[in-house]
């Protein structure tokens, strides 16, 4: 005749006996008379609400967005006057179905939102920027009085998917298909450019290693040529201050002779070619006698 309640700890749970109000509060646990006892249990945990919609952008192109909307109940008691979570509290069951209209009014303030900041944009923009449109969305929704009047926090508003029709899209992966290729293109192009650039400078290195090579044998010729040159210079002053010596020591020689008698010095040569190996050698009388009679004569 009494049974036992026992609430969950994240839900907020009022008691009503007899159309009053008896008692609140998160995780209640007390016993009842089922007879004129009704118990609503409001979830304050955070949950998730999943949506699909399409919408148009700015150029007029359909596209679908999916994602989710992430929810919390706030006030409790706000939200218990808007919907009814009265619940069977043997079977712990709501009675019901307004505990998925909270949802569903959600997705119906993002769609809302949604469709009010893709149509200020153009496809291309919505499928880019779907992360951005998260934000935009998300912070417009808890700047408006909607979601405070239902007592709920708004945690997150995602997109996890924005695509356009089939048929779009395929013209969409066409073109960015051709744009990748002709990226693919280019980057070949400047490969081989780059390969012909770097030939080219390997060749005028080349030519230049050799153009340093010969002028390096040129220096190397005219070092020679030079160092030849000053050889033959050198061996030829050489022989010159030879000659020099020897005429002077030959002319210092000769000058003992100078000042000697005529008659001594015929007598000595005559002796120093007695010792000379003279095949034949006639000297006349009138020689002899001139050479006797001196210089003068």
Known sequence: MFPYFKGQPTDFIIRYSGGSLRKSGKGLAFFYWKYNTQVVAVPTQSQDASFVFNELTKDFQEVTLQGQVTFAIQDANVAATLFNFTIDPERYAYLSDDYEKLGKRLVNLVQIETRAEVSQRTLQETLRDASQLSNTITERLRSGSQISSLGVQLLRADFLSVRPTPEVGKALEAELREALLRKADEAIYARRAASVDEEKRIKEKELASDKAIEDQKKELIALQGANELAEAQNAAQAREVAA???????????????????????????KELAGAKIGNLTITTEMLSSLLQGPGK
């Open 244 to 270: 020099e010596a020897e005429a002077k020591a030959a002319e210092m020689n000769l000058v003992i002779y100078k000042e000697m008698d005529h008659r001594k010095l015929l007598a000595y040569a005559i």
